[in-house]
């Protein structure tokens, strides 16, 4: 082939393949920025991923999503400190284990308090009447997980030592299985288990969180993230508090669309939603000392390995 042709040649592949590239243009992620978040099988942003809305909000701006499940706070924390994600959400008791792990996030906003959507369950026909006769048993709960401080708070106030109950750290789905086998005594659980253990097992609630813990939910972000990105992060939190908005507003609706994700019936889960609160707000002097109250309990029962500041990592409004 002489030189010539050589150039016409290439002209005609360079031409074909801008059209195939105009036709079938690269995704979002391959060009642009990607927000990596974490999610739990519950809560306001597997609705928001549900809707697909966030992606809608963020492609004009040259912005994509990615979405990965965790079963639980604690292995989302692992996971933002790893840098495997961005922007996650957590019950109040995984950010003090990650803070005293030294990980490297801020929090974000946080939903209002919501008391009644953990609980201590015991089986219906169970001898056990109040937290003082967990003395000696076995109770399964998630290490490191929102519960984990109720047990705590429930345990002090009725007298009984952390030391006098045998905890069994589990997560949820191991949890219901030895809660259903008669394998352990109690479970320390959070929404929707919580309300699939009541109706399926007719599970009773020895005592939830009402007067004894506010069962914050807080939105989290590596800190490299949030400082690089800080509009991202504001972008995420009005989708978010969107979300919220139209939940509360049409909670048998958004029952329903959560079933359909995640299994649960929608009867069930719209008894989850009505123990829920809802409007995302930034940290306040009351959150962030009711954070420090879990993070000093913990540490004086040597469950974390050092004291922490939790005001140090919360990112203030405007930055």
């Not at 009402?210 to 992060?233: C, E």
């Amino acid at each position: 082939m002489n030189k010539s042709r050589r150039i016409v040649c290439g002209a005609s592949l360079a031409g074909a393949l801008a059209v195939l590239l105009h036709a079938f243009p690269q995704p979002a992620s391959a060009a642009d920025h990607v927000i990596r978040i974490g999610y739990q099988k519950y809560g306001n942003f597997i609705l928001l991923k549900s809707t697909g809305a966030l992606e809608k909000k963020l492609a004009p701006l040259g912005y994509g999503v990615e979405w990965t499940e965790f079963p639980s706070g604690p292995p989302l924390l692992e996971a933002l400190n790893a840098g495997a994600i961005d922007f996650g959400q957590a019950g109040e008791t995984p950010p003090i284990f990650a803070q005293a792990a030294a990980a490297d996030f801020v929090y974000i906003a946080h939903e209002p308090p919501a008391p009644k959507g953990e609980a201590i369950l015991v089986p219906k026909d169970s001898p056990i009447k109040t937290i003082a006769d967990l003395k000696g048993k076995k109770v399964a709960l998630n290490k490191g997980s929102n519960v984990h401080y109720l047990l705590v708070k429930l345990l002090e106030q009725a007298g009984v030592s952390y030391a006098d109950i045998q905890p069994v750290f589990l997560a949820p789905a191991d949890a219901r299985a030895a809660f259903e086998r008669g394998l352990v005594d109690a479970w320390v659980i959070w929404d929707p288990y919580q309300a699939a253990a009541e109706a399926a097992l007719a599970a009773r609630t020895l005592a939830n969180g009402t007067g004894i813990v506010p069962n914050n939910q807080f939105y989290l972000a590596r800190k490299a993230f949030a400082d690089a990105s800080p509009q991202a992060v504001d972008w995420v939190l009005d989708a978010v508090a969107e979300t919220d908005r139209w939940a509360e507003a049409n909670t048998a609706t958004a029952a329903a669309k959560l079933s359909a994700g995640i299994g649960i019936p929608a009867p069930v889960l719209e008894v989850a939603l009505g123990r829920q609160t809802y409007g995302v707000r930034p940290l306040d002097a009351e959150t962030v000392a009711a954070q420090q109250a879990i993070a000093d309990t913990f540490f004086s029962l040597g469950l974390v390995p050092k004291h922490v500041e939790v005001s140090a990592i919360v990112r203030r409004t405007g930055s």
